[in-house]
């Protein structure tokens, strides 16, 4: 079948969630931009899903830094799809491949390295090919989660051996973690809102809610000392892990903060991750040995991914939001 030029035009036209001025979820719009070919090292895809994390609102808040140098630009990193292009270099991937990850090394390619589009340019090293029995949305959820969850671990030095405390045991990191944890033998006791509670007995925490008389409460729970602590929220949880005599280098926080590092907690998450990482978490999601809660899909429209972002920062979310993207 013939292709008329309006049709052409078409198929090089990318479509992106950006935003031009930091601020609300209301700065966010899907906008139409080219197609870019891959640069060396790199991967188009046609993104399937995208997974929303915290850091994303963070950055377009303004959070970070408020540099409009670099605006417009897109949103979010964790993303599942199809090889669509394959840039010089690249070993181990082809066209037609199912991937997922977290992109963060992408050569500047402005408004396409972003998760949240039709399309986006990815570094080879940051997609992995998706193993059987994964879906598309699932995979969506893993990259910076998983990620993280598995790098903190390791600065933690976790053992089948220890007993542990996973705070926001339920969110997009804490549900992962404490699975992993479990995984590794370790006893866990997940702290989340009583809402969670059954939730997290499903994943293998003790869960715990967070409240007054929390310390002794978690003593309570543990019936042994706690050896380690993961705190995915906030400072109380660098106070709670001194409380329980954590010893040092046994504590540590996704939100690092001066303070939490003079009160002697390991400032970790995904800069403690390795290769390979995100591979084993897709595998143990593939085969059910981690499970992965979705607490909501959205469409790609503006509408629904400003209002995806407004969910997300509420901050009580049960696993991850996906944004379906084609
Ligand atoms: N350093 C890194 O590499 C790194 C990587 C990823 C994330 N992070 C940061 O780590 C944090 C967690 O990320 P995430 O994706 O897991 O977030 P998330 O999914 O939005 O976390 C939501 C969870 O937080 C729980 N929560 C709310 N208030 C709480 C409280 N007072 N005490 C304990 N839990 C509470 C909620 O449980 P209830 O609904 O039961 O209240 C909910 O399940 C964010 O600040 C994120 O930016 C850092």
């Not at 390619?109 to 090293?125: C, D, F, M, P, R």
Request: hydrophobic residues 40%; aromatic residues 6%.
């Amino acid at each position: 079948m013939e292709t008329t030029i309006a049709e052409e035009a078409e198929d090089l036209m990318n479509q992106a969630i950006q935003y031009q001025e930091f601020g609300s979820p209301d700065v966010l719009n899907v906008v139409e931009t080219e197609t870019a070919e891959p640069g060396d090292g790199e991967v188009r895809v046609a993104v399937k899903a995208a997974g929303l994390n915290p850091v994303d609102w963070k950055i377009f808040s303004g959070m970070f830094g408020g540099d409009t140098s670099g605006l417009p630009t897109g949103v979010a990193n964790d993303f599942s799809g199809v090889v669509q292009a394959v840039g010089n270099g690249v070993e181990g991937l082809a066209v037609g491949d199912e991937v997922f990850g977290s992109m963060k090394s992408a050569r500047s390619h402005g408004q396409n390295t972003s998760a949240l589009a039709k399309e986006a340019i990815v570094a080879a090293k940051d997609a992995e090919k998706m193993p059987d029995g994964l879906s598309f949305v699932d995979a969506a959820s893993l990259g910076i989660a998983g990620l993280t969850a598995c790098g903190s671990l390791r600065a933690l030095n976790l053992q089948g051996s220890d007993v542990i405390v996973i705070s926001a045991a339920a969110g997009g990191v804490g549900a992962i973690a404490v699975q992993l944890a479990v995984y590794s033998g370790a006893t866990v006791i997940g702290i989340a809102s009583e809402s969670n509670a059954d939730y997290l007995r499903s994943l293998g925490a003790i869960p715990v809610a967070y409240g007054d008389n929390l310390e002794s409460r978690v003593r309570e729970a543990a019936g042994a000392p706690v050896t380690k602590l993961l705190d995915c929220f906030g400072p109380e949880y660098v106070d709670l892990a001194i409380a329980l005599n954590v010893g040092a280098g046994s504590y540590g926080t996704l939100v690092g903060t001066p303070e939490a590092t003079e009160k002697g907690a390991i400032a970790t998450g995904q800069r403690h991750a390795q290769p390979g990482d995100l591979e084993r978490v897709g595998k143990l999601v593939a085969n059910g040995t981690v499970k992965v809660s979705i607490a909501h899909v959205y469409p790609f429209s503006t509408e629904s991914v400003r209002q995806a972002y407004t969910d997300l920062q509420r901050g009580h979310v049960r696993g991850k939001l996906i944004v379906e993207v084609s």
